[in-house]
T-cell receptor, first 116, second 111 residues
Framework: GAVVSQHPSRVICKSGTSVKIECRSLDFQATTMFWYRQFPKKSLMLMATSNEGSKATYEQGVEKDKFLINHASLTLSTLTVTSAHPEDSSFYIC????????????FGPGTRLLVL | GENVEQHPSTLSVQEGDSAVIKCTYSDSASNYFPWYKQELGKRPQLIIDIRSNVGEKKDQRIAVTLNKTAKHFSLHITETQPEDSAVYFCAAKTAPGRLYFGRGTQLTVWP
């Protein structure tokens, strides 16, 4: 149980375009999902907390107009990187909290974004 | 926000030896401390966790200790095997539910 999927697994786009990444909890309902960014050989940096039916809470320094988060249902959160630039290239990982545990975060497989 | 420091950044051990990774945290309100193992290009996998009301937890070859007073916690892996080679991250959860990660430790176990 507690499986989280992400789509796409990798995406290459041109500078100036927008990219949407989906995060789904497959076998449980996730009231809260989290989005992280990871640079090569670096740690996971929390970007935002996504709550179903409400606005996301962004960490300090993360541009909310740049990284749009929508948590429309208990099993789906999306991250849209708007007007992507090469510096947005990174590994984006989502996680979800299993309702019963409330603490353990289960991670998706990640999405590798390359902006040319 | 929470600040999690992790040491060492790299650790090489011989197969069969023990490995210890240490972390400190800054926010006394943090109450949950998981450890994740991440292999190259893959998702982090939870390997063990500890809550603030417990001082020590063990699961086979892996153990975690927590010192709330000193705000530090450690991961201990005994009888290391080559398949233990990966990047290990500690994390601390603050009251609002956010996880903050350490910088990671690249563990290499030589056969």
């Amino acid at each position: 149980g507690a499986v989280v999927s992400q789509h796409p697994s990798r995406v290459i786009c041109k500078s100036g375009t927008s990219v949407k990444i989906e995060c789904r909890s497959l076998d449980f309902q996730a009231t809260t999902m989290f989005w992280y960014r990871q640079f090569p050989k670096k740690s996971l940096m929390l970007m935002a907390t996504s709550n179903e039916g409400s606005k996301a809470t962004y960490e300090q320094g993360v541009e909310k107009d740049k990284f749009l988060i929508n948590h429309a249902s208990l099993t789906l959160s999306t991250l849209t990187v708007t007007s992507a630039h090469p510096e947005d290239s990174s590994f984006y990982i989502c996680s979800a909290i299993s309702g019963s545990a409330q603490e353990t975060q289960y991670f998706g497989p990640g999405t590798r974004l390359l902006v040319l | 926000g929470e600040n999690v420091e992790q040491h060492p950044s790299t650790l090489s051990v011989q197969e069969g030896d023990s490995a210890v990774i240490k972390c400190t945290y800054s926010d006394s309100a943090s109450n949950y401390f998981p450890w994740y193992k991440q292999e190259l290009g893959k998702r982090p996998q939870l390997i063990i966790d500890i809550r603030s009301n417990v001082g020590e937890k063990k699961d086979q070859r892996i153990a975690v200790t927590l010192n709330k007073t000193a705000k530090h916690f450690s991961l201990h892996i005994t009888e290391t095997q080559p398949e233990d080679s990966a990047v290990y991250f500690c994390a601390a959860k603050t009251a609002p539910g956010r996880l903050y990660f350490g910088r990671g430790t690249q563990l290499t176990v030589w056969p």
